[in-house]
Every structure is written in structure tokens, then in C-alpha cells.
């Protein structure tokens, strides 16, 4: 019992009797739908793939990124090669507007993926294997995957100054899992939408896991994650504890970063450029996000 209660659960306990197949399922959904050649990875030196995980209906919130952090003239002027993609699932049947929206719009920015399942709370983590999917197949040239919402800013040249540090003292390039970690009670509360049933998980205390706003990857990484999400009983709408989980049967250790935030912080200009800054999440506030935008970019500052 204690080894189920404790908090550093073994999941052999847990999970005792529980023994998943995932494959047939997954390769019904997890296969995207939307096709073209221009949403690709050819690049023979792809530094880092960015999969910002949105719904449907949030072409705003996906706009304002590409209008800010992840604009193509921002992206180029980067010191490595780094493209920015949007996952998504599929729109509500009974609403065929959104569904012409949504070509429009990728007809113009050719950067949506867009899974075979319904795009809902409860199937976030069936979004986000799909993101590590479609990376497998298709991005597996790049060194790094950022996972990350549509509601965060990211200054990409500190991660990617950050990863060739790592890099550089051979702590970067393979079996990195790196954010902001998280541990918590499993909420049994059947009102709350983050509610995580006994039959889901048996245990009091998720493993410890990098909060949902943003973490990274490195590559090789990807299809180990994928393999082990095959056997493994999902937790259907907590994806973020979800990697948590498939990491520690991987036996990878989550790496601390604190400039990976899942709370606002400062947002002054001096604040943002400090090398110490990854990832803000900024929970729906999108002047927030336009305003950091604008300190960010500001020429008069000097720091």
C-alpha cells in the first residue's frame, strides 16, 4: 500500500493487472487528417519543432502567436532553425462554419496539424500523442520538440541558447525532458474537470511531471515515449501527468528549469531578454501576451 500512497509511486503497483493496446487505436486517430506538402520538417538542420496545442475555434489565440513570438520574420532572424506548427483535432460536426474557417486559415498560414478525433477536454492527451506522432514521422531530423499552449510566450533564442549549453557539457542532446516541475494529489473531486478516477489511477500522488504550458524534448525521445504510451492506460484529459507517467517508466529524469513559468512573471523588457526566461504562460490574457510582445521587441531599452 505504501508504494501506491507514497509520493513516489511504483507504478507496477498502480498499474498492477492493467495492461494496455493502444496500437489499433491509435493509428485510427492519431493519423492526420489535413495533408500537405508544405507542412513538413525537410530541413537537414531543423533545430527545434514547436507544436502549439489549440482548439479549433481559437484562430485568435493562434493569431496572436503568429503575430508575435512565432512570426516568420522573428523566426528567421533565430540563431538556429526552428518551425511552429498548431495541433489541433476535429471541429464540431454540426458546425460546418468553423470547419470552412479553418481551411481558410490554413490555406493562408499552412501550419495547422489536424488529428482524426473530436477536439475536446477529455481528449487532450490523444492531441498530444498525436503531436509526438506526427513529429516521429515527420520531424524526426529535428534535435528538439517544444510542447507548448496556445496562451504562452516563448523567447526561443534563450531555449535554444539553453539546449547548446547543455548540449555542450553532454547533458542536452539525448533523453532530455526539461520544464517546470510539477507534482500533485490526484483531484478526486467528480465535479472538477480535471478529475482523475481510481479505476484511471490508483495512486494519491502523480510521478513528477513538466507543467503543461511548455517543456522540451529531445528527439530520440519521441518514439520511446510513443512505444511505452502504447501499453499504458491513458489518462484521458491530464496529458501533462500523462508524459509524467511514460517518463518514469522510461526511467528519464525530469530536468528543473525555473525560467520555464506557468504563472505570469515580470514582463518587463529587461525581465523577458535575461537569459534565465523561457516560457510564460499567460492563461487566456492575450493583451498580456501582446503587451510582452511589445516589450520584447522594444529598441530603446538598454539592459
Not at 482548439?55 to 503575430?67: L, M, Y
Not at 507548448?148 to 533523453?175: C, P, T, W, Y
Not at 500522488?205 to 499504458?232: I, K, M, N
Amino acid at each position: 500500500m505504501y508504494m501506491k500512497e507514497c509520493d513516489n509511486p511504483d507504478l507496477d503497483v498502480i498499474y498492477a493487472g492493467k495492461v494496455a493496446d493502444n496500437a489499433r487505436y491509435f493509428k485510427t486517430v492519431l493519423k492526420t487528417v489535413r495533408e500537405s506538402s508544405e507542412v513538413s520538417c525537410v530541413e537537414q538542420d531543423l533545430f527545434m519543432i514547436v507544436l502549439i496545442s489549440s482548439h479549433p475555434a481559437r484562430k485568435h489565440s493562434r493569431d496572436t502567436i503568429r503575430g508575435t513570438w512565432a512570426n516568420k520574420d522573428f523566426l528567421g532572424s533565430l540563431s538556429k532553425k526552428v518551425k511552429v506548427f498548431f495541433l489541433i483535432g476535429q471541429p464540431d460536426p454540426l458546425n460546418p462554419a468553423l470547419r470552412l474557417t479553418l481551411d481558410e486559415e490554413h490555406d493562408q498560414n499552412r501550419d495547422l496539424l489536424e488529428g482524426n478525433f473530436l477536439d475536446t477536454f477529455k481528449n487532450l492527451t490523444l492531441k498530444h500523442m498525436f503531436g509526438l506522432t506526427w513529429t516521429a514521422d515527420h520531424c524526426s531530423n529535428a534535435k528538439y520538440f517544444l510542447k507548448g499552449d496556445d496562451d504562452v510566450f516563448a523567447n526561443l533564442e534563450n531555449i535554444i541558447n539553453l539546449l547548446q549549453e547543455m548540449n555542450s557539457h553532454g547533458r542536452g542532446l539525448r533523453k532530455l525532458y526539461l520544464g517546470d516541475g510539477g507534482r500533485e494529489y490526484r483531484n478526486r473531486d467528480q465535479n472538477s474537470k480535471y478529475h482523475v478516477s481510481s479505476e484511471e489511477y490508483s495512486g494519491r500522488v502523480f510521478p513528477q511531471y513538466c507543467v503543461g504550458g511548455g517543456y522540451v524534448l529531445s528527439v530520440d525521445l519521441v518514439v520511446h515515449v510513443l512505444q511505452e504510451a502504447l501499453r499504458t492506460p491513458m489518462l484521458s484529459s491530464r496529458d501533462d501527468v500523462f508524459v509524467g507517467i511514460l517518463m518514469k517508466k522510461l526511467q528519464v529524469p525530469l530536468v528543473y528549469n525555473e525560467g520555464f513559468l506557468y504563472t505570469m512573471g515580470p514582463t518587463d523588457t529587461c525581465s523577458l531578454r535575461d537569459k534565465s526566461f523561457m516560457v510564460m504562460h499567460v492563461h487566456d490574457n492575450f493583451e498580456a501576451l501582446l503587451k510582452i510582445w511589445r516589450n520584447f521587441v522594444k529598441t530603446d531599452v538598454q539592459c
